[in-house]
């Protein structure tokens, strides 16, 4: 697998520390370091944990209507729950858009740890269940339903932890007015009855 080197690592940080706003860089660090970590526990590789950390959220920067635009020129698919809620959804797709065209990543399990890192998706890869955790997680999330619980389960069992995130968010969306992308309802349901199988 084609790696990121320590050099390529450190543009990438630089590039983040100008796009992004300082608060959203301390975040995408601490993802990205936490990324490391569980990527150093669980035996994944982690420049890719470090990569996909750096970059999840590149299109963050982008208004609603902005990634709207990119995926509509670009043929990127968009649901109708992405279309309504496009800052909190459709950055993770636009976001891999702009790791492959803007940034050089090449690498698919990165493409698609930052692809599903928002709403997941059944049978995800490591690296794309790290991803995910790691942004739950980081050292910067405070206000967060169990996250003493969540931080050490994370570093034991990536499934069980994938089950109550979910668990977590949807409990979460269901009292706001936002919708609930269908996604994280299906991988929640995988990770729900698949958890206690796979210890």
Do not use: F, W
């Not at 990205?32 to 669980?42: E, K, P, V």
């Not at 858009?97 to 997941?120: C, Q």
């Amino acid at each position: 697998m084609v790696e990121k080197s320590k050099i390529e690592l450190q543009e990438l940080r630089k590039a983040m520390e100008q796009e992004l706003s300082s608060k959203r860089y301390l975040h995408t660090l601490g993802v990205s370091y936490t990324a490391a970590c569980l990527a150093m526990a669980h035996g994944a590789d982690m420049d890719s944990a470090m990569t996909a950390g750096l970059l999840h959220d590149c299109a963050k920067p982008l208004k609603g209507e902005e990634q709207i635009a990119l995926c509509e020129k670009n043929h990127l698919e968009i649901s109708d729950v992405e279309r309504l809620n496009p800052s909190a959804l459709l950055h993770a797709k636009v976001g891999a858009y702009l790791a492959e065209t803007r940034y050089g990543v090449t690498v698919p399990d990165i493409l698609n740890a930052i692809r599903y890192h928002t709403t997941g998706r059944p049978q995800m890869s490591k690296l794309e269940k790290i991803l995910y955790i790691a942004d739950y997680i980081e050292p910067g999330r405070k206000h967060v339903a169990d996250l003493e619980q969540i931080r050490q389960m994370a570093y034991q069992n990536l499934d069980t932890t994938m089950a109550k995130i979910l668990e977590n968010t949807l409990a979460y969306l269901k009292t706001t007015d936002g919708q609930i992308d269908s996604m994280t309802e299906e991988t929640y349901e995988y990770y729900k009855k698949g958890s206690s199988l796979r210890h």
